[in-house]
């Protein structure tokens, strides 16, 4: 069965530099989620999309955006990179309301390395 | 304000044994709770998941416990084997599908 794809799987960046991430969902699951688990902690909800708009949003810093496109993928994208971004970026997607399964399938992450 | 938390980092059980993973949560809000398994490198993985108007839901080996005027909920393992050695991560979901993780909590399975 298709899972949530991410890319890239590990990125290394510079203090100040910008990173994208990307998120492929399940097919014909509508909603995204982004998380972030620095290391040691819990993942922490960043932003949600469902049907290409923001639905929800979390501790996501100023200097991070994210969009969903037509095709349902996603993108995080980080600028002005700090040394405490260095973080797993974990994407999930979940399928419509109504069709039974509350629950969210995770990728396999993008690990974020802040030089 | 943490709203889900398990207290215990880890826990050590024998092959065969019960695992049983315990957390807490603070918002009366949640309406679903669903514990995911995580292995090194990879995404948590979904492992089962309790609505708020039940209070217990099995699948096979798992067994999740669910007591709402307690706010606690627990997973059990039973029996435990040396491939179910992961992180546990306890979650309530909220409006709108969002996922509120506890800390996690390291189990091991000795053989």
């Known amino acids: 069965a298709a899972g949530v794809i991410q890319s890239p799987r590990h990125l290394i960046k510079e203090k100040r530099e910008t990173a994208t991430l990307k998120c492929y969902p399940i097919p014909r699951h509508d909603t995204v989620y982004w998380y972030q688990q620095g290391p040691g902690q819990d993942p922490q909800f960043l932003i949600s999309?469902?049907?290409?708009?923001?639905?929800d949003k979390g501790s996501i810093p100023d200097r991070f955006s994210a969009q969903q496109f037509s095709d349902y993928h996603s993108e995080l994208n980080m600028s002005s990179l700090e040394l405490g971004d260095s973080a797993l970026y974990f994407c999930?997607?979940?399928?419509?309301?109504?069709?039974?399964?509350?629950?969210?399938?995770f990728g396999a992450g993008s690990r974020l390395t802040v030089l | 304000d943490q709203q889900v938390k398990q207290n215990s980092p880890s826990l050590s059980v024998q092959e065969g044994r019960i695992s049983i993973l315990n957390c807490d949560y603070t918002n009366s809000m949640f309406d679903y709770f669903l514990w995911y398994k995580k292995y090194p490198a990879e995404g948590p993985t979904f492992l089962i998941s309790?609505?708020?108007?039940?209070d217990k839901n099995e699948d096979g080996r798992f067994t999740v416990f669910l007591n709402k005027s307690a706010k606690h909920l627990s997973l059990h393992i039973v029996p435990s084997q040396p491939g179910d050695s992961a992180v546990y991560f306890c979650?309530?979901?909220?409006?709108?599908?969002?996922?509120?993780f506890g800390a996690g909590t390291i189990l091991r399975v000795k053989s």
């Open positions: 999309f469902y049907e290409k708009m923001q639905s």
């Open positions: 999930a997607s979940s399928p419509p309301k109504g069709s039974g399964a509350n629950v969210l399938t």
């Open positions: 309790i609505s708020s108007i039940k």
């Open positions: 979650a309530g979901m909220e409006y709108g599908n969002k996922l509120v």
